[in-house]
Structure formats: structure tokens, C-alpha cells
């Protein structure tokens, strides 16, 4: 299996961004999937995750209500879309299966920041 995320960038506070990730390898329809983050020397982050027919999704504390998980089962694509972005929220950006997870892509880099 395989990831590509993509999408990041800088932005100032209050701002928004829609990352995107593409999978392969794998029945991407049949699992329910997220996206994490990790900030240097910490742990990887579950943000958000959405489970196989999109009808329901999750999302950490600190995010409700700003980011929107969503996915594309036709074309293997998950996306996140965040608004209102905080400068804890800069970290590195990877998508995955929610539980058994595959090798991890790249990630994409996000940075709020004025």
C-alpha cells in the first residue's frame, strides 16, 4: 500500500487549507480512514477519521468543528479540509487506515504562522 498526501503549505492564522491523499495498493473502500499529525519529538495524532460509506466521522477535540474529513471512494482519495487554522496546528499531515496501519506516506507539511 501507498500514500501521497499533498496540500500543505503556509498560512496565517485564521486561515484555511485542503489536504489531500491519494492511496494505492490496497481496497481503499474497505477501510475506514483518517488523518494524523505529528509536531517534532511527539507522538503521531489521530485528527480525524471517517468511517466506510462517509456516513459518520470523528474528529480530536482540539479540532471539532474547524476540520472536515471526507473521502472519494472512486477515485482512492481522502481529503481534510481546515478552516479557522491555529498555530498548534502546524505539524506534518499523514493519512492511513484507522486501525492496522500501513507503511506511512511522506506527509505534507502544514505551518500557521503570521
Known amino acids: 500500500a501507498q500514500f501521497v498526501e499533498s496540500g500543505g503549505d503556509l498560512v496565517q492564522p485564521g486561515g484555511s487549507l485542503r489536504l489531500s491523499c491519494e492511496g494505492s495498493g490496497f481496497d481503499f473502500f474497505r477501510y475506514p480512514m483518517s488523518w494524523y499529525r505529528q509536531t517534532p519529538g511527539a507522538e503521531r495524532e489521530l485528527v480525524a477519521t471517517i468511517y466506510v460509506l462517509s456516513t459518520s466521522a470523528d474528529y480530536a477535540a482540539s479540532v471539532k468543528g474547524r476540520f472536515t474529513i471526507d473521502r472519494d471512494n472512486s477515485k482512492n482519495t481522502l481529503s481534510l479540509q481546515m478552516d479557522n487554522l491555529k498555530p498548534e496546528d502546524t505539524a506534518v499531515y499523514y493519512c492511513?487506515?484507522?486501525?492496522?496501519?500501513?507503511?506511512w506516506g511522506q506527509g505534507t507539511q502544514v505551518t500557521v504562522s503570521s
Open positions: 492511513n487506515t484507522r486501525w492496522n496501519h500501513f507503511d
